[in-house]
């Protein structure tokens, strides 16, 4: 497997990867599947700023991972919203955690602080929710830090919103200035 940054050439591959998500899963609280221009210029947005990582096996995308802006204002910079997908059938293999230790990697470089997981919990686990999401991310240092009960509604059944928060510095007063990532001279194994 191997980690790279992703392109907008990506697009059709990580937009198959989300479809599930949308349509099956309450993992996202989108209804609608994001039309392919919709999602390449979500793709090409984040990649002005942020890491946008793909795990690539056998010339094929299995998985992604990106972070993004937290807050619209300038003393949030030093802190940033997680996501993460995994191609059908291919989770618990390691690859949620190479993207995430690579998404770490280029954080780090950029100044982050703090990583943030919006995650979606369901009061019992069912066919469209359960609990790993959470587990995946306390697994990898995260702690819960807020819960949002019953505010997301699909699939007919209230879900929570759980917050999650991973520390990746010390927060001094000096602390250097956000980089974005273009502006990085990043290496892929």
């Known amino acids: 497997m191997q980690i790279r940054m992703a392109t907008i050439e990506d697009t059709q591959e990580l937009l198959a990867i989300y479809t599930p998500y949308v349509e099956k899963t309450a993992i996202t ?106 587990e995946f991310h306390a697994h990898l240092g995260f702690e819960l830090i807020g819960t949002f009960h019953k505010c997301g509604y699909k699939f007919d059944t209230w879900y929570d919103m759980i917050w999650m928060e991973k520390m990746l510095g010390e927060h001094n007063a000096q602390t250097p200035k956000f980089i974005p990532c273009p502006q990085l001279h990043l290496e892929f194994e």
């Open 29 to 134: 609280f989108e209804y609608e599947v994001p039309t392919y221009e919709e999602f390449k210029n979500r793709v090409a947005h984040t990649l002005e700023k942020y890491p946008y990582v793909v795990a690539v096996e056998n010339s094929e995308i299995i998985g992604y991972a990106y972070t993004g802006q937290f807050k619209g204002r300038a003393a949030y910079d030093w802190a940033v919203e997680t996501s993460i997908y995994v191609k059908e059938g291919m989770h618990k293999k390691g690859i949620g955690k190479a993207l995430y230790a690579k998404i770490e990697e280029v954080s780090k470089k950029q100044n982050i602080q703090n990583l943030y997981a919006c995650i979606g919990m369901p009061a019992s686990e069912d066919t469209h929710l359960t609990a790993n999401s959470m």
